[in-house]
């Protein structure tokens, strides 16, 4: 019974030791006394951050605020564990009251704070208290920090659209206005077209199509090679007019179409015009009212530019003649304008120009001095000239005009330069050596497809060498290794091809001579002096050497021989010295035993006398 008593006081004794070591907290938890709800004991009363803008990663330290009545808390220290919430950093923090009266006011430093981008821009804690009894206490409290920036995906940049090139544009023009075609004749009319545009036109179709009073003898589409930029293309097409033609001026309406590169791909396009056929008008006899006169037409009769073509960055003068096509009517106030382009424009002068008239089949001469671009962007230029005049006809004043134009050829003027091959040193038949030609592009435009190739009485193990593109302002050298393969000169010959800035496929040849002497080396009388070539000499050294070296090379061997000789004697002497020597010993030891042995026997017989 007493052991019974003991075992249940000590039971009891560690049941209330148990509970005084639990902590307050889960007792007044276990009472249902501060759940953690809204209505805790203290209020957020403020805060203050060190930063006005907190971005993603930022660091920052962020303090808080807190405010309790002072029957809330017993007045001693708080805890605050701070949540799961848009922060990273320390969890666990302390805060000493910091004064009284009515209430008590917290403030809790929370330090070194990292801001993880968070959209709810929300820090979570618990505050951890003891009221004035004794018991523990804890209240949730959730504050959103405004000064939070939150993180956002950046928009990435749009891909670069490719640069296009636009489509070629085509120029038509054509020398119908040469001579008039009348009712009923026939007529062969050329047609020009031009790609005024920067790429070129692929299988281009050219479809004709005349009007009214003519007719198109044959097929009226015309499959064409490819038109480079710049570059023109003719088409001869036979027209006839009908019985009765009412209007001076015939038009032929022209349409294009291609492909092209777009910068892109190959794609479609079209490019259309018309050129004018000058006619005869048949006259109607039956109308006995007046006629009008026809209309003065105004056509670029002829035009020059100083050459076949213009350079760039060069000037000259470009001057053309127009002409009144009527025979009967003058033409007055006629007033002509000019315009360049882009890679072709007016040098210090007007581009107006005033004619007070210009009579009937008259014409007039306008020179305009131009200057050509220093990088042209295409091979040729059209210049505009815009034509305006009156006329009188039936006593009334009427007005007309023309636009006119033509097309300057530019080039970029070539300016590779090549010097003249030099060879390296003058060798021997069968040893090698190099031919080189210096290079320098001084043109601001790229020269392409450099190729270089040799020839003739060498033999190299590079004939072929493709250089490719040498940029404007580059230079360099071709070097060829060469081996000649006869005694003297051997004739080389270099052929250099290239593309120039034009478009253009040129060639420069160069003559050039590898002299090679012939190899012939010298025996040396000391091993380790080098062979040297034979030197050109009247005196006939090389005999002279010969015979030397026989004479040397027959008395080393006598020499040898005698030495030889005078050797066997000394050996043999040698061996006859031994032999007599070896003699004499003999004859001294015969001797020596001679007289041992009578001693010996003188010995024996005076012994046996004594006996």
């Given at each position: 019974m007493k052991r019974i008593s003991r075992s249940l006081l000590s039971l009891c004794l560690a049941f209330v030791l148990c509970a005084a070591l639990l902590p307050n907290v889960n007792v007044v938890n276990a009472a249902g006394e501060g759940d953690g709800s809204s209505g805790g004991a203290f209020m957020v009363t403020g805060y203050d951050v060190s930063s006005s803008s907190i971005t993603t990663g930022d660091s920052v330290d962020i303090t808080l605020y807190l405010y309790c009545t002072a029957n809330?808390?017993?007045?001693?220290?708080?805890?605050?564990?701070?949540?799961?919430?848009?922060f990273q950093g320390d969890s666990t923090y302390y805060a000493s009251a910091s004064s009284s009266g009515d209430g008590t006011t917290y403030t809790?430093?929370?330090?070194?704070?990292?801001?993880?981008?968070?959209?709810?821009?929300?820090?979570?804690?618990?505050?951890?208290?003891?009221?004035?009894?004794?018991?523990?206490?804890?209240?949730?409290?959730?504050?959103?920090?405004?000064e939070c920036v939150p993180y956002t995906e950046p928009t990435p940049d749009p891909e670069p659209t490719p640069e296009t090139i636009p489509e070629p544009r085509a120029v038509f023009n054509s020398d119908g206005m040469s001579t008039a075609i009348a009712a009923g004749q026939t007529k062969t009319i050329t047609v020009y077209i031009q790609n005024a545009g920067t790429t070129a036109m692929r299988d281009p179709i050219l479809t004709l199509k005349s009007s009214g009073s003519l007719l198109i003898m044959?097929?009226?589409?015309?499959?064409?090679?490819?038109?480079?930029?710049?570059?023109?293309?003719?088409?001869?097409?036979?027209?006839?007019?009908?019985?009765?033609?009412?209007?001076?001026?015939?038009?032929?309406?022209?349409?294009?179409?291609?492909?092209?590169?777009?910068?892109?791909?190959?794609?479609?396009?079209?490019?259309?015009?018309?050129?004018?056929?000058?006619?005869t008008v048949t006259k109607d006899t039956k109308d006995e009212d007046p006629i009008a006169s026809p209309t003065p037409i105004?056509?670029?009769?002829?035009?020059?530019?100083?050459?076949?073509?213009?350079?760039?960055?060069?000037?000259?003068?470009?001057?053309?003649?127009?002409?009144?096509?009527s025979k009967t009517i003058k033409i007055e106030n006629v007033m002509v304008t000019v315009t360049g382009g882009q890679d072709l424009m007016l040098n210090g002068s007007t581009n107006t120009f005033y004619f007070e008239s210009v009579a009937a089949s008259g014409s007039k001469t306008v020179t305009v001095p131009m200057k050509a671009a220093q990088l042209?962007?295409?091979?040729?230029?059209?210049?505009?000239?815009?034509?305006?005049?009156?006329?009188?006809?039936?006593?009334?004043?009427?007005?007309?005009?023309?636009?006119?134009?033509?097309?300057?050829?530019?080039?970029?003027?070539?300016?590779?330069?090549?010097?003249?091959?030099?060879?390296?040193?003058?060798?021997y038949v069968g040893e090698e050596t190099s031919l080189t030609i210096d290079y320098v592009n001084k043109g601001k435009s790229a020269i392409n497809n450099v190729e270089a190739t040799i020839s003739g009485d060498i033999d190299t193990p590079t004939a072929y060498q493709r250089v490719g593109t040498i940029d404007g302002?580059?230079?360099?050298?071709?070097?060829?290794?060469?081996?000649?393969?006869?005694?003297?000169?051997?004739?080389?010959?270099?052929?250099?091809?290239?593309?120039?800035?034009?478009?253009?496929?040129?060639?420069?040849?160069?003559?050039?001579?590898?002299?090679?002497?012939?190899?012939?080396?010298?025996?040396?009388?000391?091993?380790?002096e080098p062979i040297d070539p034979e030197p050109t000499s009247t005196f006939p050294w090389k005999y002279v050497i010969i015979a030397l070296v026989v004479i040397a090379v027959i008395a080393l061997i006598?020499?040898?021989?005698?030495?030889?000789?005078?050797?066997?004697?000394?050996?043999?002497?040698?061996?006859?010295?031994?032999?007599?020597?070896?003699?004499?010993?003999?004859?001294?030891e015969a001797a020596e035993a001679a007289a041992a042995e009578s001693k010996e026997t003188a010995a024996t017989g005076a012994e046996e006398q004594k006996k």
């Open positions: 809330g808390t017993d007045g001693n220290s708080i805890r605050v564990i701070r949540n799961i919430d848009s809790v430093k929370l330090r070194n704070l990292t801001y993880t981008g968070a959209s709810e821009k929300q820090l979570s804690f618990t505050i951890y208290y003891n009221d004035a009894s004794g018991n523990g206490h804890y209240q949730n409290e959730n504050l959103q920090i405004r044959g097929s009226q589409d015309y499959m064409l090679d490819d038109i480079r930029a710049g570059r023109d293309t003719a088409v001869t097409v036979t027209v006839k007019a009908l019985d009765k033609i009412e209007s001076q001026m015939q038009t032929i309406d022209a349409t294009l179409s291609f492909y092209y590169d777009n910068g892109t791909q190959l794609t479609g396009g079209s490019a259309s015009g018309s050129v004018n056929v000058l006619s105004v056509i670029l009769s002829k035009y020059n530019y100083g050459g076949s073509s213009v350079a760039a960055g060069s000037s000259t003068n470009v001057s053309f003649s127009f002409t009144n096509t042209i962007s295409a091979s040729a230029q059209d210049v505009k000239i815009d034509v305006t005049y009156e006329y009188v006809d039936q006593n009334a004043r009427k007005s007309g005009n023309a636009t006119l134009s033509l097309s300057v050829p530019l080039y970029q003027p070539d300016r590779f330069e090549m010097s003249e091959p030099t060879s390296s040193y003058t060798g302002g580059k230079n360099g050298t071709i070097a060829f290794a060469v081996t000649p393969q006869l005694e003297g000169e051997n004739q080389v010959k270099i052929v250099i091809t290239y593309e120039d800035s034009n478009g253009n496929t040129k060639e420069r040849v160069f003559e050039a001579t590898v002299e090679a002497m012939a190899y012939e080396p010298i025996d040396p009388v000391d091993p380790d006598v020499l040898r021989i005698r030495k030889k000789k005078a050797k066997q004697k000394a050996e043999q002497a040698l061996w006859d010295k031994w032999d007599e020597e070896e003699l004499a010993e003999e004859k001294q």
